[in-house]
């Protein structure tokens, strides 16, 4: 049940722009994004509801295709500070606990 | 914005004592909270969910009785790992869900636990 990320790792100059994808074999409630820093909790960035919905965070969008089962994590014109790893975590049901993907390790160097 | 707090925020233990983690949630409270852990360049694995007022309930593969939930009031929930062994060392991260808020709504995450067995 754990959701697939890709890719796993991604280098970036600032200004950059990423990509970062989070898919489900299964029928998804919400999809939730978090940001986490070494030796630091997880970060909460948005949380996208079933419904195809897109919702953005300064220069961080996500999308949801809940047909696809799919979402997508934009990061536009990369800063240093967007360092860290990217978690998605999925809900499948009302009554589910989040589960967390293994991870998108992302640098972006000067 | 929600607050959630963890106690302490670093731990060394020999092997065979018992050491427990405190999770508050400071602004809201929280009917369910969660226990994950962590460990080196991996993903966060959730252990268990704690409920107010009943048992936790704990993912295939964690030993109950190794690692005792307490979620005693809607702002604590405490992580007691028994008898630990240098494989129990980990980052462990609590993290809760606004009593006011729907199952899907935000989970607010601690700053972590880094547990060391010796």
């Known amino acids: 049940q754990q959701p697939v990320q890709s890719p796993q790792a991604v280098i970036l100059r600032e200004g950059e722009d990423a990509v970062i994808n989070c898919s489900s074999s299964?029928?998804?409630?919400?999809v939730h994004w978090y940001r986490q820093k070494h030796g630091e909790a997880p970060v909460f960035l948005m949380i996208l509801l079933k419904g195809g919905e897109q919702k953005g965070h300064e220069k961080i969008s996500a999308s949801f295709n809940e047909k696809k089962q799919q979402s997508s994590l934009y990061l536009t014109a990369s800063q240093l500070s967007y360092s860290g790893t990217y978690f998605c975590g999925t809900v499948l049901s009302g009554n589910t606990p989040l589960v967390f993907g293994k991870g998108t390790r992302l640098s972006v160097i000067a | 914005g929600a607050v959630v707090s963890q106690h302490p925020s670093r731990v060394i233990c020999k092997s065979g004592t018992s050491v427990k983690i405190e999770c508050r949630s400071l602004d809201f409270q929280a009917t369910t909270m969660f226990w994950y852990r962590q460990f080196p360049k991996q993903s966060l694995m959730l252990m268990a969910t704690s409920n107010e007022g009943s048992k936790a309930t704990y993912e295939q593969g964690v030993e109950k009785d190794k690692f005792l939930i307490n979620h005693a009031s809607l702002t604590l929930s405490t992580l007691t790992v028994t008898s630990a062994h240098p494989e129990d060392s980990s980052f462990y991260i609590c993290s809760a869900r606004d009593r006011l808020a729907g199952w899907t709504d935000t989970q607010y995450f601690g700053p972590g636990t880094r547990l060391t067995v010796l």
């Open positions: 299964k029928a998804l409630y919400s």
